[in-house]
């Protein structure tokens, strides 16, 4: 029987990691077979070179096999500038390679370096994730690693994708949008990126209130028949965020969408058009499952944002013909 040893343990998450001569195996301590299959077939597109070798489970848990890559962790290497530089680029290079996809924990004890070779394990975060996001956490990750010596104005060197209009098309409207946010938080506030049509129009923390929310706007300009996509991306929220006492919910942390004003028009009930596609924590879902509570995919008729994810509402222009044509 092949050797194995414990090497990390996290009883928070429930999840373990056994080295094997061969291979390693990361353990969850329960079963979710749907997201460990898609999960799985994700990392075999991903990552390729054979890594991942194969998944499996039994009653009360399931686990992930992946190959021994050589080298060292990053965690021991000295933090010169020259390797700081090194790791920076290697975590833009690896994200266009991967994109859409990212590995989204560039914690240097996930960093294998061999000589000129540097590469990544640990891909449970890995999934789709806005731009703007990924380059917040590859900022938060390697100033955590590296402290004042990590510069992160070295990240303006990535360019955010952006949508491009037909040049021959003839563009017949700016239409003006207006969006009010306000959150309810006792720790840190939520993070809202407002895109459209996959452009970055706005990211902060969201502090305002219900009588005093926050405004933002701006101006966009469109093409007759435009199909458009207006979407909140919501994030930064912890399981720390949510406060329990007593299985109740003491304390929490919510982004609530008050107003969506588009070309002076206050566009009410039609926000509740938007689809909301909430990221649930994977220990609390599967909590959820095992209480044999269905947690849906999607979302409409919402306005509350309670877990990190995104909301989109769709329209078209010219957009007061398609106003009128929703409306009634």
């Known amino acids: 029987m092949e050797t194995k040893k414990l090497i990390k343990q996290k ?38 070179d054979g890594y991942v070798k194969d998944w499996g ?28 530089t090194k790791i920076h680029n290697f975590c833009l290079d690896h994200y266009t390679k991967t994109k859409p996809y990212a590995h989204f924990d560039w914690d240097l004890n996930n960093i294998i370096v061999h000589g000129d070779n540097i590469n990544l394990v640990d891909w449970d975060q890995c999934g789709i994730y806005q731009e703007g996001q990924i380059l917040d956490k590859i900022t938060a990750d390697l100033k955590k690693a590296f402290g004042d010596k990590y510069n992160p104005d070295l990240l303006k060197s990535l360019p955010v994708t952006k949508e491009k209009h037909n040049s021959n098309t003839k563009e017949t409207e700016t239409l003006k949008f207006i969006i ?5 938080y006792w720790k840190n506030p939520p993070i809202a990126e407002i895109y459209l049509n996959g452009e970055s129009k706005y990211k902060n923390y969201i502090r305002g209130t219900k009588d005093k929310p926050d405004v ?9 028949d435009d199909k458009w996509q207006l979407m909140i991306d919501r994030y930064n929220k912890s399981e720390k965020e949510t406060n329990f006492v007593d299985g109740k919910i003491l304390n929490d942390q919510l982004l609530h969408i008050k107003n969506i004003n588009i070309d002076e028009i206050d566009i009410g009930p039609l926000v509740f058009k938007g689809v909301y596609t909430p990221n649930y924590p994977t220990r609390w879902a599967q909590q959820q499952r095992d209480a044999g509570k269905e947690l ?18 769709c329209a078209e222009s010219p957009f007061y013909m398609w106003l009128l044509e929703n409306l009634y």
């Not at 050589?70 to 020259?82: I, R």
């Not at 009010?180 to 309810?184: P, T």
């Not at 933002?216 to 007759?224: C, L, M």
């Open 216 to 224: 933002i706007s701006f101006e966009h300009k469109f093409a007759e």
């Open 11 to 48: 009883p928070s998450q429930q999840t373990e990691v056994w080295e094997f001569e061969t291979y390693f195996r990361k353990k969850w301590l329960y079963k979710d077979e749907a997201w460990l299959e898609q999960h799985y077939k994700m990392l075999q597109d991903v990552c390729g």
């Open 57 to 84: 489970s039994n009653d009360n848990e399931m686990w992930l096999d992946t190959k021994k890559l050589p080298g060292k962790l990053a965690s021991t290497f000295e933090h010169t500038q020259e390797f700081i």
């Open 296 to 313: 849906p995919k999607t979302l409409e008729n919402v306005t509350i944002m309670g877990h990190n994810g995104t909301w989109v509402f």
């Open 180 to 184: 009010e946010l306000y959150s309810e």
